[in-house]
């Protein structure tokens, strides 16, 4: 289950997410990129090279579906590349949390309030 805050704080959703994508390693999804990859741009040269050169209407037809699957391909590999990336981020993102919380000592804030460090709330604070 992973949820993300936008700049403006919202959650763009609250609900746990199930898909089949999330389950794949990132190394998994990383090569699943590189194969949309090379299919969109093998598909879009077949795609062009009736474009060329004289060719019947019925092949130039068919060169407009395989230019359709290259790009059809070429967005699910800018998708999965795009989840590598996020999923980066989010790691290195969360390894800078786990540093900065871990070198930081709540109870020496400076503040003169005594906090819960599980839930970073100030405890004695006047109503």
Do not use: K
Request: proline letters at 5%; aromatic letters at 4%.
């Amino acid at each position: 289950m992973r949820t993300r805050a936008q700049a403006t704080g919202r959650m763009l959703h609250t609900r746990p997410v199930n898909s089949s994508l999330s389950q794949l390693s990132l190394t998994g999804r990383r090569r699943a990129a590189l194969a949309a990859a090379v299919l969109a741009a093998l598909s879009g040269l077949a795609g062009v090279l009736p474009w060329t050169s004289r060719s019947p209407g019925v092949l130039r037809a068919l060169s407009v579906v395989v230019l359709l699957i290259a790009g059809a391909s070429a967005l699910v590999g800018w998708g999965l590349a795009r989840s590598v990336r996020l999923d980066y981020a989010e790691a290195h993102f969360d390894e800078a949390v786990r540093a900065g919380v871990s070198s930081a000592d709540a109870a020496q804030c400076g503040c003169a309030h005594e906090h819960d460090p599980d839930e970073l709330h100030i405890t004695d604070a006047p109503p």
